[in-house]
């Protein structure tokens, strides 16, 4: 999805509820076990994320609002499914870039996804 079809599709939902969507209506994923899986992969190593004890990185960006982004890692348009290709192959999107392949499972990504977003 490109930023304005998740508008779109906020929008939608938004009126459908009168309320905006979760970041897990977004992405498939779940939010606490997003956080548990970036502990778990070690994040917060590289990034600052809020929320996410321990996560003051510097290597890499930090993370927070990430939602607001128009692009991730400067190459692909900001939506769920592209932040969840990059969180999984990041060396297959920009090969020698900083961050390594570390064999993110897609339940995974989808949960990692869900906490970003509904930062």
């Known amino acids: 999805m ?3 079809e998740i508008a779109l599709l906020m ?5 459908c509820t009168g309320e905006p969507p ?3 209506a977004i992405t498939g994923g779940n939010p606490r076990r997003g956080l548990e899986a970036i ?3 070690g994040c917060g190593a590289c990034h600052r994320i809020d929320g996410a004890p321990g996560a003051y990185g ?12 128009a692009y991730i890692a400067g190459k692909l348009p900001n939506s769920p499914g592209n ?4 969180i999984r192959f990041p ?5 020698g870039n900083a961050m390594p392949d570390l064999d993110v499972s897609e339940i995974d990504a989808r949960d990692i996804a869900a ?3 509904h930062q």
């Open 22 to 24: 979760s970041s897990d």
């Open 83 to 86: 932040l969840q290709q990059w």
């Open 11 to 15: 929008l939608a939902l938004t009126a």
């Open 91 to 95: 060396q297959r999107i920009v090969p």
């Open 58 to 69: 510097t290597v890499g960006p930090t993370l927070q609002r990430i939602g607001e982004r």
């Open 39 to 41: 502990q778990r992969y």
């Open 115 to 117: 906490y970003l977003y």
């Open 2 to 4: 490109r930023i304005m």
